[in-house]
């Protein structure tokens, strides 16, 4: 999708491109109305802005629709396939850390009440292993703001994806 195309889209097609994004109305909502923003550099700027104003309530809004670390993605939507993009590494992952992070998983929901949620993109099971149980010693309000803030890493990650250039594959001699 170029930019100039999310810019000049109607509110539908607006909204649901950005809640793959982040499925935070509010967020979404100001996104939208905000257009056009001229380059995605622009838009990443007020995205990112915005995504500083975030509260409890929207990390859970949010989090209602990101499966956990390490668990089968489902779906054929535009979330869906982010989600196994930004997972992919997993599918190298030793038996051993799946399930490390399984059993890791239900330690935080226990312990926070909510899905682990990390930025997976460009991390390896293992780090992303090291970084849950790192977390899970967090206190509730500290793991709030770095839940929150991979939030807005995955927010920004994929807004910037939606507006990359396609990469062609070399054409074969």
Not at 5 to 22: G, H, K, L, M, S
Not at 49 to 54: C, K, M
Not at 62 to 67: F, Q, V, Y
Not at 136 to 161: F, K
Request: a negative charge.
């Amino acid at each position: 999708m170029e930019l100039s195309e999310f810019d000049a889209a109607d509110e539908a097609p607006a909204t649901a491109t950005a809640r793959v994004w982040a499925e935070v109305d509010g967020w979404v909502n100001a996104i939208v109305t905000g257009r056009p923003f001229g380059s995605v550099d622009a838009l990443a700027a007020y995205a990112g802005a915005l995504a500083q104003q975030w509260t409890p309530a929207d990390l859970e809004s949010a989090l209602a629709h990101h499966p956990r670390i390490g668990a089968r993605v489902s779906g054929a939507d535009a979330a869906a396939s982010a989600s196994r993009r930004e997972q992919a590494s997993m599918s190298a992952a030793g038996d051993d850390v799946v399930g490390a992070i399984a059993e890791g998983n239900a330690r935080y929901e226990e312990r926070f009440g909510r899905v682990f949620l990390i930025r997976a993109a460009g991390r390896t099971p293992s780090e992303m292993l090291a970084e849950l149980e790192r977390r899970l010693s967090n206190d509730p309000e500290t793991e709030t703001r770095e839940a929150t803030a991979q939030l807005a890493e995955i927010a920004l990650l994929r807004l910037r994806e939606t507006f990359a250039a396609p990469t062609l594959p070399e054409e074969q001699e």
